[in-house]
């Protein structure tokens, strides 16, 4: 199976900074990632599919880049409602895999 | 609006059987693959499974946790897709969310929890 590693764990961030999260797969799986935001006590929203496209209705604050195994993506501009756990996930070989998740916190 | 429902969640003991139903409206249910993705309490996300449209032969995939255990299917002409679990697991124990195979995974319900419990 392929591994997705998130880093960090978790971050604590202000309103206004630009953060962005790491996610490295254990092998090449082209542009076949997406990530995710989940709010808690929420469904996940789709942000970022083929790794750089945004999700239609996804704010375009979100951006993601990379290829093969390493990925980021990248917020601009946090505000009150992107403090959330961010997925990365791989769909180039089954069983799909989910990273383990980074939470954004308010500093 | 696309929309996933999902159903059928509930307290079952360790062994037994339970039947998720995810009723979809929308879009055109037939065209697209679907696929379950659960989630313990307090833990991340797991892929449980994926079926694959009319087109493509309504073939399966499935995580290593559902292999041999869980059944995915569908029924387009009631735009519903479904997830059969037996000989379930205390680790079973999360909430199962619907959802569609396009562009990665695009929309998700809003979950169904399964509790294994005796």
């Known amino acids: 199976d392929i591994q997705m590693t998130q880093s960090p764990p978790s971050l604590s961030a202000s309103v206004g900074d630009r953060v962005t999260i790491t996610c490295r797969a254990s092998?090449?799986?082209?542009?076949?990632l997406t990530w995710f935001q989940q709010e808690p006590g929420k469904a996940p929203k789709s942000l970022i599919y083929?790794?750089?496209s945004l999700q239609s209705g996804a704010p375009s604050k979100f951006s993601g880049s990379g290829s093969g195994t390493d990925f980021t993506l990248t917020i601009n501009s946090l505000q009150p409602e992107d403090f959330a756990t961010y997925y990365c996930?791989?769909?180039?070989?089954?069983?799909?895999?989910f990273g383990q998740g980074t939470k954004v916190e308010i500093k | 609006e696309v929309q996933l429902v999902e159903s059928g969640g509930g307290l079952v003991q360790p062994g037994g059987s339970l039947r998720l139903s995810c009723a979809a409206s929308?879009?055109?249910?037939?065209?697209?693959?679907m696929d379950w993705v659960r989630q313990a309490p307090g833990k991340g996300l797991e892929w449980v499974a994926r079926?694959?449209?009319?087109?493509?032969?309504?073939?399966?995939e499935y995580g290593p946790s559902a292999k041999g255990r869980f059944t995915i299917s569908r029924d387009d002409a009631k735009n519903s897709l479904y997830l059969q679990m037996d000989s379930l697991k205390t680790e079973d124990t999360a909430v199962y969310y619907c959802?569609?195979?396009?562009?990665?995974?695009?929309?998700w319900g809003q979950g169904t929890l399964v509790t294994v419990s005796s």
């Open positions: 959802t569609r195979g396009s562009r990665g995974l695009n929309p």
């Open positions: 929308g879009f055109t249910f037939s065209d697209y693959y």
């Open positions: 079926v694959r449209n009319k087109a493509n032969g309504y073939s399966t």
């Open positions: 092998q090449d799986i082209s542009k076949s």
């Open positions: 083929d790794a750089s």
């Open positions: 996930q791989q769909y180039k070989a089954y069983p799909y895999t």
